[in-house]
């Protein structure tokens, strides 16, 4: 279906008189319209890759015993003072503390605990000597009671092998900020204070619309001059791991009418409505004239960058609206650099962007170009630097070397391109392991 419904001012459709803007500046454009969503609390066991909502503070010092740090007795260290090989000493030991018990008997000069790896350690011992140092003796005592004793060849110094009461966190510190994403040691750190509900931000609710006629869905077999609908799923795959929740809605036709309706009914019930294609100048793509309509705002319908140049976002009911590119690595760029920063920030996330780094570019990258490119690659860490390679296929319609990169390395304008050698910045993509 034809979409000549454009506005056209001096002849040509708006779409071809873009103001290309800076990629800060069209990210700085869309931050305003990304807010804080509400907390809700979430099972410990379902909280991982959620962003926290409220400070957690330590209920407890932790640990909140003194605890011993190795199977062995507990012990008074003054009573080793001056022993060795020579001169050893024998203490009575007089009670037997179990991980998960509490000592029976209250210790004096002359006396040990047996005691296991994390269980108290009673009030009198400040030391804690491991089974190897000592040897075990049996003796039987005037009523031929047996006793134990150990024997201790070498001094042992104050606090030995005992973990003091708050070693890690004291009762009232700040544990967890708010905005920060629970991985495991944020997992493990609220199951040790017990927090079993966690209060996380809500997932932001993403639509994921395709445009096209050429799109087959993923079940449907091949057809000549068509293909399977790939962006559909990558991008929800990027949502999920920006934390965002993505809902797969039908494409949208090339019929700028049914388009609006659609995307209207979209932010009804979504936070941000993300769409794939039809976003250039082409006779069939829409997307440029839906975000020129009465009731939207557009923010930036093209970027300074490469691949993604027509990126385009645009606010609708006080929501955010993407219309990223057709082509499958411009789609990719688009959603780190626009729809990552929006999801970041309604989750109150303390990190929106990607992040940055340097590297030496690991070989030659030529392609000059009057903006700056976004390009596909992968870190290597041979000889103790970090390299980076930028991929063998970096353009904008190439989809395959999307799974094997770690990074976007970042070109500046340019019109030598840039040597192998060179520092380039780097954003890490969230699968990296860097
Ligand atoms: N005359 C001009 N033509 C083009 C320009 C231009 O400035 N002037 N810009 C080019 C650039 S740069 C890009 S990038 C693309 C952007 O195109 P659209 O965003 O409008 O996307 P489509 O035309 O709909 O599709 C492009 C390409 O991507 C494939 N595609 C689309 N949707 C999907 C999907 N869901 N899964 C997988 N692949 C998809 C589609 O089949 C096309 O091959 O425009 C250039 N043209
Ligand atoms: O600018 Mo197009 O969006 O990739 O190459």
Known sequence: MSNLAGSEAGGKPEKFRRQAIEVSAAQASILPYAHLLDCERVLLAEAQGRTLAENITAPHPYPHFRRSGMDGFAIISADTKGCSSEQPVELEVVDEIPCGS????????????????????????????????????HKQDANHQKKKYIEIR?????????????????????????????????????????IHQVPVVRRP??????????LLSVEEPLQDGKIRNSNTYMLANQIREAGGEPYILHAIEDNLELARSKVAAAFAQYDIVVTTGGVSVGDFDIMADLVTGNDVQMLFNKV????????????????????????????????????????????GSSQLFLPEFSASLGKAYSKVNSFTRF????????????????AQLDESS??????????????????????AGEMVKVLKLPRSTA
Request: proline share 5%; charged share 20%; glycine share 10%.
């Open 102 to 137: 509490l000592p029976n008997v209250k210790l004096v000069s002359g006396t040990a605990a047996r005691i296991m790896t994390g269980a108290k350690v009673p009030d009198e011992a400040d030391a804690v000597i491991m089974f190897e140092m000592t040897k075990e003796i």
């Open 375 to 390: 390009v596909r690659g992968r870190l290597d860490y041979s000889d103790g630097r970090v390299v980076v390679y930028p």
């Open 154 to 194: 070498r001094e042992i110094e104050v606090g030995k092998n005992l973990t003091p009461v708050g070693l890690e966190l004291a009762l009232g510190d700040l544990i967890l900020e708010k905005g920060r994403h629970i991985g495991t040691g944020e997992i493990s750190v609220l199951a040790t204070f017990g």
């Open 205 to 214: 609710r993403v639509a994921v619309f395709s445009t096209g006629s050429e």
């Open 398 to 419: 190439v989809m395959i070397t999307i799974k094997d990169s770690d990074v976007l390395i970042v070109i500046p304008p340019t019109t030598t391109g840039v040597h």
């Open 304 to 347: 300074q960058m490469r691949p993604g140049s027509v990126t385009t976002a645009a606010v609708k009911d006080g929501k955010l609206l993407f219309a990223l590119s057709g082509n499958p690595g411009a789609c990719f760029v688009g959603f780190e650099l626009f729809v990552r920063p929006a999801i970041q920030k309604m989750l």
